[in-house]
């Protein structure tokens, strides 16, 4: 599915990549880092589902996450658009 035809709204958790400035030995770089997102769901391929924060005038959107399938966890809908 690429676009929903009613833009649904989920929480999406998922494993986000990160770094440090400074190499420090003692922090665990593989600890997995868990984030939350939720959002509307604007676009769902195989490859990414995009989440945006705001539905604007005209129906434009804002604030938009692109989370690659590969880290994606959970995919919960909490509802659907009428």
């Known amino acids: 599915m690429t676009r929903p035809a009613a833009p649904v709204l989920a929480i999406v958790a998922w494993d986000d990549a990160w770094s440090t400035l400074d190499h ?3 922090v665990d770089t593989d600890a997995p880092y868990r984030v ?14 995009v989440l945006a924060a705001e539905r ?3 129906g434009a959107w ?3 996450t692109r989370i690659p399938r590969a880290i ?4 919960e809908i909490i509802s659907h658009r009428k």
């Open 24 to 26: 420090d030995a003692t």
């Open 36 to 49: 939350t997102t939720v959002g509307w769901i604007v676009r769902d391929t195989p490859r990414a589902i």
């Open 56 to 58: 604007l005038p005209g």
């Open 62 to 64: 804002r604030g938009i």
């Open 72 to 75: 994606v966890l959970r995919v």
